[in-house]
């Protein structure tokens, strides 16, 4: 069962476009809400990540926008450049465990 | 600072034999979780180490197993291969405190034919 549900899949943005990504999430336990992003070929690496305390969250160009009463996160990359083209996943956990909830994941491709 | 190693980088097996994986994590770090990243199944935790100690197990079979040295460095183990078992095993390590964040290593690429 999946815990973390992600869409869309895939996504085409051009360049200086907004990508968006939306996830949601059945156990209300969960209260650390990381974001990963992964490169062909690499590990996935932490882009940002949000508490529930908090509706927003944003670093640079990302931003992530949490929603508690409706359990739903999304993650907003602005001005979206040809180097922001990867696979991005969102997760989730319970503060102090390390096992993490991974959502599908989203394949972002920005066209130059 | 150097990050999370994996060795070996690729490695193809046969059905039915068992391979060993190496995770350094990154110093100072000293809990090692382990994850299994297919296409059709996404990211999936294994387990997770600290202090040479399995402190969380996901929902695989008793054939995948771990442990960890007083170094903090990690091993997983997965017999009797099968097919299913292809898959990139990623690292991560992280320090022990609430929301630290993971860092992943670039995997080992396991082909079982």
């Known amino acids: 069962q999946q815990q973390v549900k992600q869409s869309p899949q895939s996504l085409i943005v051009q360049k200086g476009g907004i990508s968006i990504i939306n996830c949601a999430y059945e156990n209300t336990a969960f209260d650390y809400f990381p974001w990963y992003q992964q490169f062909p070929g690499k590990g996935p690496a932490l882009l940002i990540a949000?508490?529930?305390?908090?509706s927003e969250k944003k670093e640079g160009r990302f931003t992530i926008s949490f929603n508690k009463s409706a359990k739903q996160f999304s993650l907003h990359i602005m001005d979206s450049q040809p180097g922001d083209s990867a696979t991005y996943f969102c997760a989730a956990t319970l503060g102090g465990d390390y096992k993490l909830s991974f959502g599908a994941g989203t394949t972002v491709t920005v066209r130059a | 600072k150097a990050g999370v190693t994996q060795t070996p980088r690729y490695l193809i097996k046969t059905r039915g034999q068992q391979v060993t994986l190496s995770c350094s994590p990154i110093s100072g770090h000293r809990s090692v979780s382990w994850y299994q990243q297919t296409p059709g199944q996404g990211l999936q935790f294994l387990f997770e180490y600290f202090s040479e100690t399995q402190r969380n197990k996901g929902n695989f079979p008793g054939r995948f197993s771990g442990r960890q040295f007083s170094n903090s460095r990690s091993e997983m183990n997965v017999s009797t291969l099968e097919l299913g078992d292809s898959a990139l095993y990623l690292c991560?390590?992280?320090?022990?405190?609430?929301?630290?964040?993971?860092?992943f290593g670039n995997g080992t690429r396991l082909t079982v034919t």
């Open positions: 949000i508490r529930p305390d908090v």
């Open positions: 991560a390590s992280s320090l022990v405190q609430d929301n630290s964040p993971l860092h």
